[in-house]
């Protein structure tokens, strides 16, 4: 396969703000990767490379590694992203290219690029480099992005056999397990990868009695689908954590960076519960999201950041965070080196709640009411109407309000007689949708406005 740099501008919408992602073969392929593979590699001398469970991501993979030859590879083979960000620490590389579209669907794929300590790239720096717009030494890259230095000559020499690698990320996280009485969980890992690491991590384990279902990595996805949060994905987990009369159940989606959980009565514990449940286990600071819920963002020292893995890994790392949070499943550690990993977050829940006198629903159900919808999605007809509904609602509403906010999109928060609320409009990072979150202190309050907010979206 020859270099050809000849990644078409027509392409640019792969480059997104988070990472590279696109349909395949249409959108990202072989000699896509490939190319920006060869783009990049001058910014590494040590590199982890690593795929998902995906149809299209071993052949993505190995025009990756063709691609960095001369430089020093460890070939991760099939990983989760979180062990990808592991490896990276764990083997002082000076950065890691995981091929993944994480929990979209099958026809998608993608690469999550970060340098040294698993610092995140954003997909838009990526493309600036790959369409050579700006000199790498001069580009306009995040500067908070650690990358490979000219004068470090130091070459890690591991040179471990992929067995090994999970052996290591195994070890790491069962240090940090603690849990104090026997627990029935459900694990659910949605045919992605995260099985593979669960399997080895509560093998022989005498107070979890785990229960796997789509265990097995099939890029098919036969169970549900890697995004836990479509509709129906839930149902299997929610029936076997019934009939197995659990304590838990706990889903991952493709890639293993989000989670999500049932409780022992089948019902889906919100991701800002989970959030609140962090700030209980952990010292502030947190970050938490513009559309995280007052829950986490009440909190104290609690510092808000735009939504998405990029924004939030530097935030956490700008404020040294002990714990972030985010409602799409995705939770960010300073002792998971200032990233997001879904098995990492479901120890800490299962840590909490081994060390409860009572259930999980007991224990949800006990906390201060605030009533939200799950995020609804309007396709975009194209960008810019996007951007002028965003305005129209800043016209609407602005007046009226508390605050307006537009660092992420657009939140705009009220507080009245009758209650307290807030909706927020933005643009995905990852799909072509236009992103509706809300949240009030009463569910009359809540319908009321989700309905006017629907019908002034849909004209």
């Not at 590879?73 to 992203?81: P, W």
């Not at 620490?89 to 340098?115: F, Q, R, V, W």
């Not at 660092?407 to 236009?434: H, K, T």
């Amino acid at each position: 396969m020859t270099l050809l740099y000849t990644i078409d501008m027509s392409s640019s919408k792969i480059f997104r703000a988070n990472d590279v992602r696109g349909i395949y073969p249409s959108e990202i392929n072989e000699q896509i990767v490939y190319e920006i593979a060869g783009s990049i590699k001058k910014l590494f001398k040590t590199v982890v490379v690593g795929h998902d469970a995906r149809l299209s991501s071993p052949s993505l993979y190995e025009a990756v590694i063709e691609a960095l030859k001369g430089k020093e590879v460890f070939e991760a083979g099939l990983i989760t992203s979180p062990e990808m960000y592991f490896l990276v620490n764990e083997l002082k590389a000076d950065g890691g290219i995981m091929i993944t579209a994480s929990h979209n669907p099958k026809e998608y794929n993608g690469l999550k690029i970060m340098g040294k300590n698993a610092v995140p790239m954003s997909g838009k720096d990526v493309g600036a480099i790959c369409h050579s717009a700006l000199d790498a030494e001069s580009s306009n890259l995040d500067p908070r992005v650690s990358l490979c230095s000219p004068e470090d000559d130091k070459k890690n020499k591991y040179e471990i056999a992929k067995n090994v690698y999970l052996e290591l990320y195994v070890d790491f996280l069962k240090k940090h397990l603690n849990v104090k009485k026997p627990l029935r969980i459900v694990f659910d890992a949605s045919n992605g990868v995260a099985g593979v690491v669960l399997k080895e991590l509560f093998k022989g384990d005498k107070n979890i009695e785990a229960i796997f279902i789509n265990s097995e990595p099939d890029g098919n996805f036969p169970g549900h689908g890697p995004n836990p949060l479509k509709e129906g994905a839930l149902s299997q987990l929610q029936n076997e954590v019934k009939k197995q009369k659990a304590d838990l159940g706990i889903v991952f989606d493709g890639d293993g960076d989000r989670v999500f959980f049932v409780d022992d009565k089948g019902s889906h514990i919100d991701p800002d519960i989970i959030g609140f449940i962090l700030t209980e286990t952990f010292k502030p600071p947190y970050v938490a999201t513009t559309i995280s819920s007052w829950r986490a963002k009440k909190a104290k020292k609690t510092v808000i950041s735009k939504v998405g893995h990029l924004f939030m890994k530097l935030a956490m790392r700008e404020n040294k965070a002990n714990a972030g949070m985010e409602r799409s499943g995705h939770y960010y550690f300073k002792d998971f080196f200032y990233c997001d990993s879904g098995i990492f977050a479901a120890i800490q829940v299962i840590n909490f709640l081994s060390s409860l006198d009572k259930s999980i629903s007991e224990y949800a159900e006990g906390l201060p009411k605030y009533y939200q919808i799950s995020e609804t999605n309007f396709e975009m007809k194209n960008e810019k109407w996007a951007e002028e509904k965003m305005a129209q609602a800043e016209k609407l509403y602005g007046k009226s309000a508390l605050s307006v906010k537009k660092e992420d999109g657009l939140l705009v928060e009220f507080g009245s007689p009758a209650g307290e609320w807030w909706f927020s409009l933005r643009v995905s990072n990852s799909e072509y949708l236009l992103r509706l979150n809300m949240e009030a202190t009463s569910k009359n309050l809540l319908d009321e406005k989700l309905e006017e907010l629907q019908k002034f979206l849909a004209d």
